[in-house]
């Protein structure tokens, strides 16, 4: 193995190892946030019996297999998000660093940390119906970075992604207000479509509305007769758009240059 084989190496296995930490972050976040709990403190506890995790029952993955998925003091069962969610994150900045390090570096980071948020913002949205700003004000910030580090489209494709699908949205938001008297999305699915819509630019980000889009049709179809919900019952939009988004940042380029060839362009 050549020196260069060896750094690659050394820098996917850094990247997973960091990823799975974070996501053990990310599981605090997903659980305090929504609560208006600090971040920092207090320490890591059951919230069953309050005991205070040790280091050792804190290390991701191992620790919650090595538990059997329960509280080592009062035997109460573990959320398996907590491991989900660690994976998962781990499995993103791998990807991330695989599919973008050789072009650049500083976008593998980007890309990173908006799968991270996006991770956040999917489990939260999903069990509280809420986008917290902070959360899309970090896709908005990455999206001002990587308009100097993607490479692939110009700066006006982020500036037109922000305001199509922001603006777009927003018609939807107000116009189902005005026409049906209610809410047909949440407001910070409108503010996360034009942060994303930023950070990708129109052409993933129409890439990202229809891989949102079709599953949330399919998935909500199949959910809402299985479960027999009355009318009216609401569901939050913001984790398929989150996944919509997450796959276009991570494979949209080749997805796209594939159908451009389809069209013989
Ligand atoms: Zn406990």
Not at 4 to 11: A, K, P, Q
Not at 143 to 170: K, M, P, T
Not at 198 to 217: N, R
């Amino acid at each position: 193995m050549g020196y260069d084989e060896f750094i690659t190496l050394y820098v996917y296995i850094l990247s997973g190892i960091l990823g799975l930490c974070v996501g053990s972050f990310l599981n605090v976040v997903i659980y305090r946030v929504p609560n208006g709990m600090n971040l920092a403190k207090p320490d890591s506890h059951c919230t069953t019996c309050d005991y205070t995790l040790k280091w050792y029952d804190n290390i991701p993955v191992l620790s919650y297999l090595m538990l059997g998925g329960k509280c080592r003091k009062c035997g109460e069962k573990i959320s398996p998000r907590y491991m989900i969610v660690e994976i998962l994150n781990a499995v993103l900045w791998l990807l991330s660093v695989l599919i973008f390090w050789e072009q650049s570096p500083v976008y593998a980071v980007i890309c990173a940390i908006a799968l991270s948020t996006l991770v956040c913002i999917f489990f939260i949205d999903l069990e509280h119906l809420l986008i917290f700003n902070r959360f899309v004000i970090i896709i908005f910030v990455a999206g001002i970075v990587s308009l100097f580090f993607d490479g692939y489209i110009e700066w006006y494709d982020h500036l037109i992604g922000a305001v199509a699908f922001g603006g777009g949205f927003a018609l939807i938001y107000y116009g189902a207000i005005l026409i049906l008297k209610r809410e047909g999305l949440g407001f910070g699915d409108v503010k996360l479509a034009l942060a994303a819509g930023f950070l990708l630019g129109w052409q993933k980000m129409l890439l990202a509305m229809l891989i949102a889009s079709v599953s949330a049709s399919v998935i909500l179809v199949i959910l809402r007769r299985v479960r027999n919900d009355e009318e009216g019952h609401e569901y939050p939009f913001g984790p398929f758009l989150s996944v919509g988004i997450g796959v276009a940042m991570l494979v949209g380029e080749p997805i796209i240059n594939w159908y451009l060839s389809l069209l013989g362009m």
